[in-house]
C-alpha cells in the first residue's frame, strides 16, 4: 500500500496523511521524493535509512541500497548503520529524518526538500551535540553518495582569475579523484558543481554547493576483487564543507549547528537537459529578484576606462554617452573615494574632494537628469592597511597568532561580529541616502586562506570562515530588506566567488576581470552551463583592457565584441569619449538589439550547441540557443572563431513539434535544424526565432 504522508512519527513511524509529493509505502518502509521527472527514494532498514534509489521517474531501483551519508565524529563512523532514526516529519515536499548516533552523543536532522517540477532536490544536515562534553566532527560532507557499479564519466568547472569554469569531462578511474579550495573563496580554483554519467545506464546526476567558502569534492572507486572488472565497483561521492586549517569542526556540548545546503538533480537526458533543471530551481527559489533589474538593466561602469583614478567632469562626460547609447545604469567603480592609494584606503568610504569636489551628489545628480539609475562600488568586507578603519578597529579583523591577516593591502573585517555588521550597514544606507542609489557593487578581493585564531583561545571551533559567510550572507539579507529596490551586484576579483550560496543573497554577478573578447566566449560557455544566464553579468569594453576600440577595424568587428557578453546580463566600460560617430552609431543598435532579446535570454532554458572554446585561441563555431519557458520564441547566438569554415550547421533543440517557426527574416524554419554562413573569421550572427502557428 502506498501513502502519502505528512506529521511527525512516534518510532513505529506507520502514522500517514495525505499530501503530494512525498510517498510512503508502508509495506516497503520507503519514502519518495518526487520533482519533475526525478525522484529520490530512501528505505527504512533495522531502523536505519539507506538510498534505495536516485534518478529519472519510473526507472529500475538498484539492485542494492546504499548510503546516502559518510562522515567521521570522534574517530567513529557517521554511516546509516550507525545512525538509529528516531523522528520523521513529512510535511508536503518537505522531509525531515532525525538520527540518533548509536555509540556517540549526536543527534543528526538531515532536512530533504524537493522543489516543484524542476527535478531539483535539497538536502540541509543540522547537527546537535547531546553530550556532556565536546565532539569533533572529523568529516561529514553535506552530499554523500554510494553509486551503483558502472562506468562514469565526471565533468567540473575548473580555472583561476580570468579563466573561470572552463569545463573538463574524463572518466573516472580506478583510486581517488578529488577537488580541493581552500583559498577562502569558493571559485578561486574550481566550482562546487559537478555533473556525472553513468554511462550503463545513460543517467545524469548534478550537484552543487551552496556555500561561498572552503568545500572539496571527492569521486572514489576502488579496484573490485578477483576478476570483476572496474564497472563493477560502487563510485563514492561527496561534496561539503572544508573546516580551518582543513581539520574538525567542534561542536561544544549543547550545542547545535546547520551546515551548509547541496542541490542536486537527475535526468537521462544530456548535459544541457541536467544543467537547465539546476538553472529552473535556480530562478525560481534561489535568486532574489527586485523590480528594478526586471528587465536586466545595461551598465556603463566606469572601471576599465578609469581603473582607480577619475574625477567627475570625466564622469559626466561618459555619463552623457553612456545614455545616448542606451545604458540604463551608471555605476561608479573603484577609487571614487580614493585620495592616494585607493587599495591602501580601502574602507574610508568618503569622496575624493579633489575628484569630486562637490561630492558624488553632482555626478549621482547628472547620471538621474540623464535618465539612468547611479550605482557605486564598495568592498564592504576588506580594509586597507592605510584606512583609518585598519588603524581604528585591528580587533574586528580576522586573526593568525594574534595578528591581522594581511593580503597585500588588505585585511578582512569579521561578520560574526555585530558591530562589524552595524558598521557595514551604517556605510551601505549612508550611500543609498546620500548619492540616492538603485546599484550597488560589491567587491571582494583577497584568497583569506583556511587558517584563522578562533574566538575562543582555549579550543578551536573550526569554523570561524563559515560564521563570518553565513553572517554575511544574514547581513545581505539586512540590507535588501531596507532597500528593495537596491540592486546587489555580487564580485570577487571577477568570478572567484560565485556560487549557489551567494546567489541566494544577491541579484547578479560579475562573471569574470578577464573582458577580451576571445576567452569571454569560454567564461560565457562555462557560465551558462552552471548557471541560468539572467546572474552571469560581462561586459562590452574593447581591443584592449583599458577599453581601447580600435577605429580601423571593420564594423562587424565591433559587433562580435559587443555581442559576445550578451549571453547573460550585459554592459559596457569602454572609452565611448575616444568612439567615432560609426562607433557609437553601432554600439546603439547592439544595446537596442540586446533589449530586444533579454526578455528570451533572462528566463531561457539554455542548450549549448558546440562543445566549449578554449580560453586561449578559441576555432571553429560557438553557439549557444536560448528558449523561452513556453518554447514559443528562441534566440540563436551564433559566433564564426578562429581557423572555421564560414559556413555551420546547428542541430536545435529545445522547440516545440508542434509549431511553425519564423527566424530572423521572415522565413520558416524546420525545427531540427539552422544552417548559418558567416563571410569572415570573427564574426556573429544572432538568430531570432518566433513560433508563428500551429503545424497543419
Not at 224 to 239: F, K, Q, R
Not at 507 to 518: A, G, I, N, Q, Y
Not at 527 to 544: I, K, Q, R, Y
Amino acid at each position: 500500500m502506498t501513502r502519502r504522508i505528512a506529521c511527525c512519527l512516534a518510532p513505529a513511524l506507520l502514522a500517514a496523511a495525505a499530501f503530494p509529493e512525498i510517498r510512503h509505502d508502508e509495506a516497503r518502509q520507503t519514502w519518495t521524493l518526487t520533482s519533475g521527472t526525478a525522484e529520490y527514494r530512501l528505505r527504512l532498514q533495522n531502523q536505519s535509512v539507506y538510498l534505495e534509489y536516485f534518478g529519472p521517474f519510473g526507472k529500475p531501483a538498484w539492485k542494492t541500497p546504499q548510503a546516502d551519508v559518510a562522515g567521521l565524529v570522534e574517530g567513529r563512523p557517521v554511516l546509516p548503520a550507525e545512525l538509529e532514526l528516531k523522528t520523521l516529519a513529512a510535511h508536503g515536499d518537505d522531509l525531515r529524518l532525525g538520527f540518533r548516533h548509536r555509540a556517540l552523543p549526536l543527534q543528526i536532522e538531515m532536512h530533504y526538500r524537493a522543489w516543484g517540477d524542476t527535478g531539483t532536490f535539497t538536502r540541509r544536515i543540522r547537527l546537535t551535540n547531546t553530550g556532556g562534553s565536546a565532539l569533533r566532527v572529523e568529516s561529514l560532507p553535506e552530499l554523500a553518495w554510494r553509486l551503483p557499479p558502472a562506468d562514469y564519466d565526471l565533468t567540473c568547472l575548473w580555472g583561476g582569475w580570468g579563466q573561470e569554469r572552463q569545463v573538463l569531462t574524463e572518466p573516472l578511474r580506478a583510486g581517488r579523484r578529488s577537488l580541493v579550495s581552500t583559498r577562502g573563496r569558493s571559485t578561486s580554483l574550481y566550482s562546487p558543481w559537478f555533473a556525472l554519467l553513468d554511462k550503463s545506464r545513460g543517467v545524469r546526476y548534478a550537484a552543487q554547493f551552496a556555500y561561498s567558502g572552503n568545500w572539496r569534492m571527492d569521486f572514489e572507486r576502488l579496484p573490485a576483487t578477483g576478476a570483476t572488472p572496474l564497472s563493477g565497483a560502487e563510485l563514492a561521492v561527496s561534496l561539503g564543507t572544508v573546516f580551518d586549517f582543513e581539520g574538525a569542526l567542534t561542536l561544544p556540548p549543547g550545542a547545535s549547528r546547520e551546515l551548509p545546503q547541496v542541490a542536486f538533480t537527475t535526468s537521462d537526458g544530456d548535459l544541457d537537459d541536467l544543467a537547465n533543471q539546476l538553472h529552473r530551481y535556480q530562478r525560481r527559489y534561489v535568486f532574489p529578484d527586485t523590480p528594478t533589474n526586471n528587465p536586466r538593466l545595461v551598465q556603463f561602469n566606469s572601471w576599465y576606462p578609469f581603473p582607480g583614478r577619475m574625477t567627475v567632469q570625466e564622469m559626466m562626460r561618459c555619463a552623457d554617452l553612456a545614455a545616448e547609447i542606451g545604458a540604463e545604469v551608471f555605476v561608479l567603480d573603484a577609487g571614487w573615494y580614493n585620495k592616494k592609494d585607493w587599495s591602501r584606503e580601502l574602507g574610508d568610504y568618503e569622496a575624493d574632494p579633489v575628484a569630486f569636489p562637490n561630492g558624488i551628489q553632482e555626478l549621482s545628480r547628472h547620471v538621474h537628469s540623464r535618465g539612468m539609475k547611479f550605482g557605486i562600488w564598495v568592498e564592504i568586507e576588506n580594509v586597507g592597511a592605510g584606512s583609518r578603519l585598519f588603524q581604528q578597529h585591528p580587533e574586528w579583523l580576522l586573526t593568525l597568532n594574534g595578528k591581522p591577516i594581511r593580503r597585500g593591502e588588505r585585511s578582512m573585517l569579521d561578520f560574526s561580529k555585530p558591530e562589524v555588521r552595524r558598521w557595514a550597514r551604517g556605510v551601505v544606507d549612508r550611500l543609498v541616502r546620500d548619492y540616492q542609489l538603485e546599484w550597488i557593487k560589491i567587491d571582494y578581493n583577497i584568497d583569506i586562506g583556511d587558517q584563522f585564531d578562533p574566538p575562543s583561545p582555549a579550543e578551536r571551533s573550526g569554523a570561524v570562515l563559515l560564521d563570518h559567510i553565513l553572517n554575511y550572507y544574514a547581513w545581505l539579507d539586512e540590507v535588501r530588506a531596507a532597500h528593495p529596490r537596491l540592486v546587489i551586484e555580487n564580485c570577487s576579483s571577477g568570478g572567484l566567488r560565485f556560487d549557489l550560496g551567494i546567489l541566494s543573497h544577491t541579484h547578479t554577478t560579475w562573471l569574470s576581470d578577464m573582458v577580451s573578447p576571445l576567452p569571454s566566449l569560454q567564461l560565457a560557455y562555462g557560465c551558462t552551463l552552471e548557471f541560468a544566464p539572467e546572474v552571469c553579468n560581462h561586459w562590452m569594453v574593447g581591443d584592449t583592457d583599458r577599453g581601447h576600440v580600435d577605429l580601423a577595424k571593420p564594423p562587424e568587428w565591433w559587433d562580435f565584441m559587443f555581442r559576445v557578453p550578451m549571453n547573460g546580463q550585459y554592459g559596457i566600460s569602454s572609452r565611448v569619449f575616444d568612439w567615432n560617430d560609426a562607433l557609437r552609431k553601432r554600439a546603439a543598435e547592439n544595446v537596442a538589439l540586446y533589449k530586444r532579446l533579454r526578455p528570451v535570454i533572462m528566463g531561457a532554458d539554455v542548450y549549448h550547441l558546440t562543445p566549449p572554446p578554449p580560453n586561449q585561441n578559441p576555432t571553429g563555431w560557438m553557439a549557444i540557443q536560448y528558449v523561452s519557458p513556453d518554447r514559443k520564441r528562441s534566440v540563436v547566438m551564433a559566433y564564426r572563431l578562429g581557423q572555421s569554415p564560414g559556413e555551420r550547421t546547428f542541430q536545435l533543440r529545445g522547440l516545440d513539434p508542434a509549431l511553425t517557426y519564423r527566424v530572423s527574416g521572415g522565413q520558416t524554419l524546420p525545427i531540427d535544424s539552422l544552417t548559418i554562413k558567416l563571410p569572415a573569421e570573427w564574426r556573429t550572427a544572432v538568430i531570432e526565432i518566433e513560433g508563428a502557428r500551429p503545424n497543419p
